[in-house]
C-alpha cells in the first residue's frame, strides 16, 4: 500500500523564479491538501483539491496556484518567488466525504529561494 | 476567527508519563488531531477524536472537551524516540468542505 509521495525532495531557486511541486496520495484518497510549513511552525493550510477542482483555500496570495489530474496527483505551483517562500512544502492525502477523514501526510519538498 | 495553542516546550524523563495540553477557539468544529513530528520529517497520524471523552493506543491517548475547546495528548512510558514535536490540529466545516489549522508544536525532549 502506497503512501503518499512528493518530489523532488529538495529544490533551490533564486527570488523570481517559478517553481512546481508534485504529489501522489496514498492509495485508495481522492483528496490532496497542501502546506506551507516554515521553520519552528505548525504547518499553514494553502488549498485543498478534490474531483481535480480547488475545494478550499487559505490565506496564501494567488502566487500560489494548483492543479488535480484525473489519478488525483497534485502540483502546486509558485510565481514569482520571494525568500520568505523559502519552507517545507507538505501534501497531504485523505478520502473526502468521510466523516472519520484523516490527512496522511508525505515527506515534503524542502524548498530554498535564495 | 480559529485559534490554536500549545507550550512551545517541554522536557520529561525516559519511563515518565506526559501530557501535552492543546487549547482551541473555532466555530464548525469538526474533529480534533494530534500528529508526530520528528525533525526534519514530515508528520506522522497518531490520534483523532471527535467526541469528548479518551481515547487510548497504546502508549498514546487523547483527550478532548469541546464544551472547553480543550484537548490534551498523554505519552506514557516515555522513550528516547519520542522526542519529536507533537501538532495539535483542528478541522472545522466551512461551506459543506473541511479546513484544518494546526498549533505551532510542541517539542518534547526526553532525557535519560
Known amino acids: 500500500d502506497a503512501g503518499v509521495t512528493q518530489s523532488p525532495t529538495h529544490l533551490i531557486k533564486t527570488r523570481g523564479q517559478q517553481v512546481t511541486l508534485r504529489c501522489s496520495p496514498k492509495?485508495?484518497?481522492?483528496?490532496v491538501s497542501w502546506y506551507q510549513q516554515a521553520l519552528g511552525q505548525g504547518p499553514q493550510f494553502i488549498f485543498q483539491?478534490?474531483?481535480?477542482?480547488?475545494?478550499q483555500r487559505g490565506n496564501f496570495p494567488d502566487r500560489f496556484s494548483g492543479h488535480q489530474f484525473p489519478n488525483y496527483s497534485s502540483e502546486l505551483n509558485v510565481n514569482a518567488l520571494l525568500l520568505g517562500d523559502s519552507a517545507l512544502y507538505l501534501c497531504?492525502?485523505?478520502?473526502?466525504?468521510?466523516?472519520?477523514?484523516?490527512?496522511?501526510f508525505g515527506p515534503g519538498t524542502r524548498l530554498l529561494v535564495l | 476567527g480559529q485559534n490554536i495553542d500549545q507550550p512551545t516546550e517541554m522536557t520529561a524523563t525516559e519511563g515518565a508519563i506526559v501530557q501535552i495540553n492543546c487549547t482551541y477557539q473555532t466555530s464548525g468544529f469538526n474533529g480534533l488531531f494530534w500528529y508526530q513530528q520528528h525533525a526534519g520529517e514530515a508528520p506522522t497520524f497518531l490520534s483523532y477524536?471527535?467526541?469528548?471523552g479518551l481515547e487510548e493506543k497504546g502508549r498514546f491517548s487523547s483527550f478532548l472537551s469541546r464544551s472547553k475547546g480543550y484537548s490534551y495528548l498523554l505519552l506514557k512510558e516515555l522513550q528516547m524516540k519520542d522526542s519529536a514535536s507533537y501538532l495539535c490540529?483542528?478541522?472545522?466545516?466551512?461551506?459543506?468542505?473541511?479546513?484544518?489549522?494546526f498549533g505551532t508544536g510542541t517539542r518534547l525532549k526526553v532525557l535519560a
Open positions: 483539491y478534490y474531483e481535480e477542482e480547488e475545494r
Open positions: 492509495s485508495g484518497h481522492d483528496t
Open positions: 477524536n471527535v467526541l469528548d
Open positions: 490540529a483542528v478541522r472545522w466545516t466551512t461551506s459543506g468542505t473541511y479546513k484544518y489549522i
Open positions: 497531504a492525502s485523505s478520502l473526502g466525504g468521510s466523516i472519520r477523514e484523516t490527512q496522511y
